[in-house]
């Protein structure tokens, strides 16, 4: 994984409906890079009460890995998909 950790704008989000709500960003910017994503999903890594949420999100040809702590979005790195 290309190694990033900078913080970006989410531009816009879409919504799952399932067994859970669940919220995934469906664009970013950083920089002057602006992505848009088709598929994605979303992860909780827990340390001890505190919950990070992480989102591999592609926009079909490359893989961009997100965290969202603290209302912070940060792109933690990309991998070709």
Same mark, same amino acid.
């Given at each position: 994984?290309? $190694? ?14 399932? &067994? +859970? ?12 890079? &602006? ?6 999903? +979303? ?21 961009? &890995? ?5 209302? $912070? ?5 990309? &991998?070709?998909?």
């Amino acid at each position: 994984m290309n $190694s990033i950790n900078e913080i970006v704008n989410v531009n816009a989000f879409y919504f799952l409906k399932g &067994r +859970q709500f669940r919220m995934l960003p469906k664009q970013i910017e950083f920089g002057n890079t &602006r992505c848009t994503f088709e598929d994605g999903f +979303q992860y909780l890594v827990r340390k001890g009460q505190h919950v990070i949420k992480l989102f591999d999100m592609t926009d079909g040809r490359t893989i961009y &890995r997100l965290r969202l702590e603290n209302d $912070s979005w940060t792109l933690v790195g990309t &991998r070709p998909a």
